[in-house]
């Protein structure tokens, strides 16, 4: 996974945590646009999560945070 990435997901998981608290759930979709202005990255984001990691489509953030943090 690209460092900008990891980063991003990190940023964004710790967002989610600090305004709704650690029970939180988000999908891969969070870390982008309501636009698919970047489809590669998209599908690096969706590979990593379904096909790699087989997540659910919603995952407590923490959880999501714990993941990329570990790579």
């Known amino acids: 996974m690209r460092e900008s990435l990891k980063q991003k997901i990190i940023a964004v998981c710790e967002q ?3 305004s709704k608290g ?3 759930g988000l999908s891969f979709y ?3 646009a309501n636009k698919n ?5 998209l599908m690096e984001a969706a590979t ?3 096909q790699e990691h087989q997540l659910d489509h919603f995952e407590k ?4 945070k714990g ?3 570990s790579l």
């Open 61 to 64: 953030a923490v959880k999501v």
């Open 48 to 50: 990593w999560w379904i």
């Open 16 to 18: 989610k945590i600090l």
């Open 22 to 24: 650690g029970n939180v």
């Open 67 to 69: 993941l990329v943090e």
């Open 30 to 32: 969070a870390f982008f």
């Open 37 to 41: 202005d970047d489809p590669e990255l």
